[in-house]
């Protein structure tokens, strides 16, 4: 007697704002490599022990698309991050076809220039895109991650209409598209500094809606060493007197964060871990510099001088030197699947467990990371015994 | 009616081997500074809250004294730290009375160059200081601490004799003082990566002593970063492929670790945290240079060369510029008050809760510092509700 | 017969602009303490073997005097010094009495706040200042030489009045002292990014006065590194693409850089010397933070990333952790002697060989510190025999 | 009447020991590339303005070929170093015909393990397919340049044969080669700090030879530096007190320094320019270490302390992360041309004025990099004006 044919396996999508950028470039080639057994899991936590069996979507049965407002095709881009260093040579190759089928699946985002539909407008053509891209891959779920350029901080100042009533009240970009995907139904995940759901108007959907949503920054360099450095000093009870840092990157990235605005967002970010882990802020700045010969490698100075014993004077200084897309990509495909997972089992609103991942998690997450880890590791272990 | 006296505070003893040394000086100095209010207590991890009524023997109520084989009176070694910007100057003089009285505390060690006592003779005198040492200050008990040079490894070779029977096994002089410290009924503490009580030898005693006891070797700069760096790594799945470093420093320890038995002591233990973190032991190298023109100053640089996701190199470095006995004065004053109120709350054996401290802890500790500050919180919390 | 008496020997004035600062204070308690025997020269250069015979004045002929602004006792900022590490311990009282003597040849300098002085009776009482101090001390002649804090750029803008007429034009402070120095017919030396007498009002009564003078803005620190290493990269025909640095100091000087505008004027010179030596100006930005913990501790981090042969990606990173006063110090002395020994052999005009002390030298000044050097030590030959 | 045709353009042949290595790889495929015009040529000294119209055999008439003891063709080879990332990818396709044709001048070289030739049969086998390598070309002569491994210190030992008599010296290998380059007619380079030309018995061969040569051992990162920053402490009268420095590396030469012989041998040459820069011997050891996982990538870490003005500690640390082959190869390019021109001029014996390049320059070198790059200028106007 033959065996009954299985039941096609579920696909769950993940649709990223700023499709075309590195960072999305680097998921989907590195999610088909991975997927294929081409290259090791490195820098995915989800494929390590301890979430084995949590009921994660498999990579090979995650279906990528997005929006971007560039239109520079996928494998185009994918060619320009090997010329950077950041794909190795001849992988776009080897998984052409996963990234051509990532390329049809992309839609033009916006508000470009000169656009003059409304904020409901925007937000609905969003969602009609995200719902579609549902639909027709018959998929069970999509999240959408947020891995776009950092928008300045001015952006998303004085808004005073409505969404609801779609009164054009200058939604960020970054809101726009996260109203969207609360629209569309779909879990939502910012990786990026910008406001995204962390916007005043959009409160209520998100409470309405029912959706689990993580946000926001990821970590990646210099504020994940923060986030150990940090607990040490306060654990050895060393005081920090001053804790100084300067960025250098090239890249998309780079020329973004030369944007003062858009520093402020990403440095808010990197010194609210100093003052949660350490109890005070100390003396001290972060600098970004655009640099664009560094292309997407980005190299990170930490100089933290600190007191110890009868006041005797100390240093430690940090270089981390390390490729910002592939330090981000292994962390955007785990965030979509946790989600994607948490949307599965019926969890709802912000998701603090995953301040793992993230510069400026949602409150209830520790600061130090070796705690953040724990709850991780604990929200792993609620999601094995969670419905499916 | 006049209020009854209350009872005379006992006091505790802390006996140091190597009382003449940096270390021991700087602890002598700095618990009399800090106990008179002249210092705060940075990098006391048992003056922070988490320590708060677990009924610690307070800094003012240690009485110090030991064993040194040189005869430099504490006094004009603690100038020679002011000189040398360890100590602060004017604080020897501020707390001179203190340290005048540890000097009178300090006998003659051993074995001495043409010394011909026997291992025995050489535990029953060293015991027998201790003891004249407890009687004399009227003291609850008294911690022995090693804070004497590293050892070559070679002294702790084949000893196939029998303390019990004294039959001159040729023990190395560590192990002498850490007999002797079970045979004079004290709690004993190694903060050296010298053997101790890690010899064969003293197994059986140390299991029938009924005290407790922790060691080895105080995790004060490389190591300390390597146990939170480690587990970073291994958290986010990075691979880390070579883990290199080199140690400058001068003073007395830059001397002795230059001998390369001695060297290799220190070494095994930096290495441990790397192989117990990260999994397997990454390739790279620890140098440790005697450099007289650092004195007591050490610096410490660690390039870690990892992968990332698909393969990309990635980079840390870093580089810290430490004093060695600031960074280890109150981490021995910390473990002096922890076992002693171990042994009067009634504990025996190791104490791997006591791994914080350590390169080497005692099995049982994790290797995290993260869960070795986690288990030490925990020790203080048994130790709250425990006898007194 | 006796010996005839030998002719007194004639002594040099060195008049300090900014008196009371940590630079100022290290000058003095440093020329006293070199004079006696008490320290080696180390930092200057006049007292190595080329300028032996070069006719300098001995240190023990200097006699100190300054302005200032403010009113705190030298020996008490001797006495801050050594609290902050910058000077030994006990040196200060070992040479009180020359400190004494230089602090009663210190006068208020201007304008202070409310100041209705103009430009011209500033300058009058400025120079009356000096030529009394000359007068006073039975000096052969006295050297001026700018170590006050760093002005802002800014107020070195459109000056459209006339020094000459006194017709109140707004001088920066630092170019009325240039112009005192001037009318009280002294060398000048500026040490500092401040305009003083790189003011279009004074470029005429410069060339009239035929006075030497040399600046400005010594060198001690991240950009005596970039003018060896600019050459080395431009001598091996590597490609620099970026130079990035950040600088990292207390002290008075942090707080003065803080300030854009002067921060302005310092990196301007810091980026003059990589053009120079490099052909061309590369990517990169640098960076001044005030962070007080450090007190007179500086450090700077350059970052260069250059390309080798067929594009290969290189980088070197550089850390500087000096004491900027007494990095300065020794060069004060250093100009004083040279710039004196200079108007004794009747040279006038700007000094381009002096150009190794200084990030933006004189016109004619090479800029590599190699070719700097070579010009030093030519101008010491002309000097040995030069008149007397 | 049409022009006569111009006499072709005389071929200069340069004969790499370890012709299969990394770094005589990089210089085949590159010696190409930048001929061709598709890289520029960067890092390549003789390629700049002062090196024009010098008489320099351009690169296009260099002929590559030489000795090596594996058998890996070199296209292979140069594929491997595209994986490591020291070539870029599609280069060594896109010169294939240039190293096909290097990779049929390849010999093998010796002695092999069990090769029962004396030094005098070995010597006359080189020379011959030195000689052979010439006449195949219609070369008008050909430099013989050493870029193989290190040998270990103790190869070079005590030696009493006469290789003019062929007695069974023992002569290391790189010795051996040398006086085959001796016995074909041609200059010499040794690039490697083994012992080539320095050996006692060779020393009356190169006199009576009448040929150029120079070494030895190249100055790529470390010594580099070490060769500028040198020059500075010492013009600026600042006291090194101790230069620690550690060198990580991987690839073949990783490997071959590991042995504690040849790392002597390395050592010798990075210590000598500071005792003679600086005047004396800091503190301070070099350490080198074998990475495999960095590849051909190198990393080094100095750490300079230094004492300024009044006894103030200071330190300087550098880390220079550079790929050692591309640091080599444009270097070994500028040799081969400046020595061939050199032998076209009738010049003979050392020729210090290549100090420039090497660590252990020929005697009557300036050890400072200034006075080496001004030295070689000057070799060049020599060449300029020298016989045709």
Same mark, same amino acid.
């Given at each position: 007697?033959?065996?009954?044919?299985?039941?096609?396996?579920?696909?769950?999508?993940?649709?990223?704002?700023?499709?075309?950028?590195?960072?999305?470039?680097?998921?989907?080639?590195?999610?088909?490599?991975?997927?294929?057994?081409?290259?090791?899991?490195?820098?995915?936590?989800?494929?390590?022990?301890?979430?084995?069996?949590?009921?994660?979507?498999?990579?090979?049965?995650?279906?990528?698309?997005?929006?971007?407002?560039?239109?520079?095709?996928?494998?185009?881009? @994918?060619?320009?991050?090997?010329?950077?260093?950041?794909?190795?040579?001849?992988?776009?190759?080897?998984?052409?076809?996963?990234?051509?089928?990532?390329?049809?699946?992309?839609?033009?985002?916006?508000?470009?220039?000169?656009?003059?539909?409304?904020?409901?407008?925007?937000?609905?053509?969003?969602?009609?895109?995200?719902?579609?891209?549902?639909?027709?891959?018959?998929?069970?779920?999509?999240?959408?991650? &947020?891995?776009?350029?950092?928008?300045?901080?001015?952006?998303?100042?004085?808004?005073?209409?409505?969404?609801?009533?779609?009164?054009?009240?200058?939604?960020?970009?970054?809101?726009?598209? @996260?109203?969207?995907?609360?629209?569309?139904?779909?879990?939502?995940? &910012?990786?990026?500094?910008?406001?995204?759901?962390?916007?005043?108007?959009?409160?209520?959907?998100?409470?309405?809606?029912?959706?689990?949503?993580?946000?926001?920054?990821?970590?990646?360099?210099?504020?994940?060493?923060?986030?150990?450095?940090?607990?040490?000093?306060?654990?050895?009870?060393?005081?920090?007197?001053? !804790?100084?840092?300067? &960025?250098?990157?090239?890249?998309?990235?780079?020329?973004?964060?030369?944007?003062?605005?858009?520093?402020?967002?990403?440095?808010?970010?990197?010194?609210?871990?100093?003052?949660?882990?350490?109890?005070?802020?100390?003396?001290?700045?972060?600098?970004?510099?655009?640099?664009?010969?560094?292309?997407?490698?980005?190299?990170? !100075?930490?100089?933290?001088?600190?007191?110890?014993?009868?006041?005797?004077?100390?240093?430690?200084?940090?270089? !981390?030197?390390?490729?910002?897309?592939?330090?981000?990509?292994?962390?955007?495909?785990?965030?979509?699947?946790?989600?994607?997972?948490?949307?599965?089992?019926?969890?709802?609103?912000?998701?603090?467990?995953?301040?793992?991942?993230?510069?400026?998690?949602?409150?209830?997450?520790?600061?130090?990371?070796?705690?953040?880890?724990?709850?991780?590791?604990?929200? @792993?272990?609620?999601?094995?015994?969670?419905?499916?």
């Amino acid at each position: 007697m033959p065996a009954e044919p299985s039941a096609p396996r579920p696909r769950t999508g993940v649709w990223l704002v700023g499709a075309r950028g590195s960072v999305a470039t680097t998921v989907i080639v590195g999610c088909a490599a991975v997927a294929a057994g081409l290259h090791p899991a490195t820098g995915m936590v989800t494929e390590t022990a301890p979430f084995a069996d949590c009921g994660l979507p498999p990579l090979a049965s995650l279906v990528l698309g997005g929006h971007d407002t560039v239109d520079c095709p996928l494998p185009k881009r @994918a060619e320009a991050l090997v010329a950077g260093g950041v794909l190795p040579h001849g992988l776009p190759s080897a998984v052409h076809g996963e990234v051509a089928a990532a390329d049809r699946e992309i839609r033009t985002g916006g508000p470009l220039p000169g656009d003059t539909r409304s904020d409901e407008e925007l937000i609905e053509s969003f969602a009609a895109d995200i719902r579609d891209f549902v639909r027709r891959g018959g998929l069970a779920r999509a999240v959408v991650v &947020n891995v776009a350029s950092t928008e300045p901080v001015a952006m998303a100042s004085v808004a005073t209409g409505s969404v609801a009533t779609g009164s054009g009240s200058g939604l960020p970009a970054s809101s726009l598209y @996260a109203a969207a995907a609360l629209r569309a139904g779909c879990p939502y995940v &910012n990786f990026t500094p910008s406001t995204g759901l962390h916007h005043p108007l959009l409160r209520a959907a998100a409470s309405a809606s029912g959706l689990p949503y993580a946000g926001r920054d990821g970590k990646t360099g210099q504020t994940l060493l923060r986030s150990v450095l940090g607990p040490m000093f306060a654990q050895r009870a060393l005081a920090v007197r001053a !804790w100084s840092g300067t &960025n250098l990157l090239g890249g998309g990235d780079g020329a973004a964060l030369a944007d003062p605005g858009a520093a402020a967002a990403k440095n808010a970010g990197k010194e609210r871990v100093l003052t949660d882990t350490l109890g005070s802020a100390p003396e001290g700045e972060v600098h970004i510099d655009d640099v664009p010969a560094l292309g997407d490698w980005k190299t990170a !100075w930490d100089h933290i001088a600190f007191d110890g014993f009868l006041g005797s004077r100390m240093v430690l200084q940090t270089i !981390w030197q390390g490729c910002d897309s592939a330090l981000a990509a292994p962390l955007v495909l785990d965030l979509a699947r946790l989600t994607a997972r948490a949307h599965e089992a019926g969890l709802s609103g912000p998701l603090p467990e995953l301040g793992f991942y993230f510069k400026d998690p949602d409150p209830g997450s520790p600061s130090a990371l070796a705690e953040q880890y724990a709850a991780l590791v604990g929200f @792993a272990g609620r999601l094995r015994t969670a419905a499916r």
